[in-house]
């Protein structure tokens, strides 16, 4: 890879990472907006088996783009957390702009007049709009949030279980990590610990987001591979109800 690749590269590594900090906003859509989801599902789902060489291949591609979402997410946690408190209208409208020219691009070359490509679009908008009712009911209660400066190996535990949820829910185009970790009541928490840099629940976060990771982008590759229009229609359903319910919400 060229060093003008790499660089640029890791600018797009930030922009999922800083999507990825503000709930509603999905990290997998930004990789679409990107150009990058494909490539990126294919490396993490066939990193383990893919012999040396192929190896050396993901490694290239995906080590600017992790080392631009850690750098996102570390550096903009604080500055996209009080955009996102102070000023929502102008914080969601800068990136709903930025999906919007990804919606042709995700089904460039497909039949979209196929009845079958439009019945899998309705179904990714069904999904994505349940999940986000489901969602704003369960965080429904969440108002009166104290952040947990406690660790015990219970907390761990439940730390790594939203991660493994939070990091399957941002390889999905459409579903934000952080609406699901707000929902679970663990949003503030994570900011609290990323803005601080308390490694020792970040660890287990951290390792549940890597599990998530990886169990996700493997369904995701195979349904890639195997239905790719029926699968690429389903994203798009998802990613134009994402930002419908952004938009309702703002």
Known sequence: MKMNSFIINIFKGMGIGVANVIPGVSGGTMAIVFGIYDKLIESLANFVTAPVKK????????????????????????????????????????FVVLVLPS???????????????????????????TFFMIVHKFSAGNSDFQIRKTFDTAYGIKLLFCGSLAGGAMIVPGISGSLLLLALGEHQNVIYYISNLDFLPLGYFGVGVILGIGVFTKFINYFLKKYRSLTLFFILGIVVASLIEMLMNI
């Open 55 to 94: 190896k050396i291949e993901y490694i290239v591609f995906i080590a600017p783009i992790i080392i631009g979402a850690v750098i996102g997410i570390l550096s903009f946690a604080k500055i996209v957390g009080y955009l996102y408190e102070n000023y929502p209208l102008y914080t969601k409208l800068i």
């Open 103 to 129: 919606i042709p691009v995700v089904v460039k070359g497909e039949r979209i007049k196929e009845v079958k490509n439009i019945i899998y679009f309705c179904l990714g908008m069904i999904f994505v709009l």
